[in-house]
């Protein structure tokens, strides 16, 4: 079945002003892999283009300049009956099909150029030839919108977004491309025909994330359980190998990215730079710095200071559901010839994982969290707290919405089959947890306990702690 354009609400609207500029645009296009870029340029413009071409992967200079050629031939060249042999002619030979294509039509004239990194051979001088096409012709026709598109963040972030040279501040549209939310993921899946229930699509995300490629191999009539192990634990399942595949697309020197992502993978609350090199031998220098905002541009770890703590303290957390489904079970595992996963579902290794895992879901949905609230038109600042206490005072808090009307939300995560039962117990330690916070930060406005639950809160003598309670059904409202 083909897939629906979901959500993008914000990119539908970049792209909206961009075909209504009075002038050139050139526009990147950007995101990790499998999150719909390519999708969403051809559904936008229904691959109607005054020219497209897309590079090809692990191919020498003289086969992309093939492929382009023939790219050429397919909207219209036809005064040429060999390939280019530089990029320099090639862009020469667009700029020609292009000024021909002026004539035909008032409208935008529309150049898509998908996985442009994969063009960029080594010494192809293929960025050398886009400036000279976008500075010397394509920016003053003021009809042209050239996009590029990749899924090699450090390479467009180096040769395009942050280029020195040629094509310095010639950006005029960043269009990323994040997870689809909750809400998102919900009306894809019902989209494409499948039944699930809401703790089912908060599994899978849970396990995979809002990534439409992933999403769209969940097949009809197969439980989360069934799908989960044709995916990811059969052998040669769908999405097998997709973990190595997807940073190797992503980054250069993937390996060092890899590394980092398997250190935090070890620490749910997050680890400081320091404790990351500790971890993973990386010289500290220039390039890890690179590596950290990287992954933190791409959606895969957060950066956060702690509850009034200083920036030298900051610490990074894996936040990537299917980076950390893989270190806690693809990659400790492997595949298997029988079920897996199925076998799982009840243990408490599962429970383990899916108390911590619902807890970053909460963590990127704290705007649905903060709209039940009824906050969000307010100032706030979300921070996760671990004291700094001796053993026996030790606590952490794993989201703090400090709110610029003086009161402080302290959010309880608790992943449950049916309505939370709050015991003497829990209550006991979350008092305790609470009281240390509000002690060690010397707070003194209001803290007001939120319990982030699946179904709900079960009302007995210890329940009256919370001041709110949100449910799974809102964390669907954004």
């Known amino acids: 079945m083909d897939s629906i354009l979901v959500g993008r609400k914000e990119q539908l609207r970049q792209l909206d002003r961009i075909m ?6 050139f526009v990147t296009v950007y995101g990790r892999r499998r999150i719909g870029k390519t999708f969403l340029v051809n559904s936008y413009f229904d691959n109607k283009f005054a020219f497209k071409v897309t590079g090809l992967a692990k191919k020498a200079k003289r086969d992309q300049l093939a ?18 042999r530089t990029w320099a002619e090639a862009f020469e030979r667009l700029r020609s099909l292009l000024e021909l294509s002026k004539t035909k039509n008032s409208s935008k004239r529309v150049v898509f150029i998908d996985e442009l990194p994969w063009m960029d051979s080594r010494g192809s001088n293929l960025i050398t030839a886009l400036e000279h ?3 010397d012709w394509a920016c003053v026709e003021r009809d042209v919108v050239l996009i590029v598109c990749g899924s090699a963040t450090s390479w467009l972030t180096t040769k ?3 280029n020195k040279g040629g094509l310095h501040n010639r950006v005029t549209e960043k269009v990323y491309l994040h997870p689809f939310t909750l809400s998102e993921c919900k009306e894809y899946i019902t989209s494409n025909g499948l039944l699930m229930d809401d703790k089912s699509i908060a599994e899978c995300y849970m396990i995979m994330g809002g990534v439409p490629y992933y999403l769209k191999q969940l097949k ?5 359980a069934q799908n989960i192990d044709e995916m990811f634990f059969m052998k040669k399942g769908s999405l097998d190998g997709e973990f190595d595949a997807l940073y190797a697309s992503l980054f250069e020197q993937s390996d060092k990215y890899i590394n980092v992502i398997k250190a935090l993978s070890s620490k749910n609350k997050g680890l400081t730079r320091q404790e990351i090199l500790d971890a993973t031998g990386i010289d500290a220098g220039g390039h890890f710095s690179t590596i950290l905002k990287n992954l933190v541009d791409c959606d895969f770890v957060r950066c956060y200071k702690g509850y009034n703590k200083k920036t030298k303290s900051s610490l990074y957390q894996l936040i990537d559901s299917f980076s950390l489904f893989y270190f806690k079970f693809i990659h400790k595992y492997g595949t298997f010839d029988k079920p897996f996963w199925q076998y799982q579902i009840g243990t408490g290794t599962h ?6 895992a619902f807890e970053q879901l909460c963590l990127n ?3 649905s969290i903060e709209k039940k609230l009824g906050i969000s038109g307010i100032i706030t600042n979300v921070f996760s707290w671990i004291s700094s206490g001796k053993a026996d005072e030790c606590a952490q808090i794993d989201l703090v919405i400090k709110r610029s009307d003086r009161v402080i939300n302290i959010c309880e995560m608790k992943y449950y089959d049916g309505e939370y039962v709050m015991d003497k117990k829990d209550k006991t330690d979350f008092e305790r947890r609470v009281r240390i916070f509000k002690a060690e930060n010397k707070i003194k406005v209001p803290v007001h306990p939120v319990l982030v639950t699946t179904y709900g809160l079960k009302s007995n003598v210890y329940s009256g702690i919370f001041q709110n309670t949100i449910t799974l059904e809102d964390l669907f409202s954004l």
């Open 365 to 367: 949905h704290y705007k």
């Open 133 to 135: 096409f976008w500075n």
């Open 220 to 224: 009809k009539g197969r439980s989360l």
């Open 351 to 356: 429970d383990t994982w899916a108390g911590l």
């Open 160 to 162: 395009i977004l942050k």
């Open 20 to 25: 209504t500029s009075k002038e050139s645009e």
């Open 67 to 84: 492929n382009f050629f023939e790219s050429l031939k397919r909207y219209g060249e036809t005064v040429h009956s060999r390939k280019p």
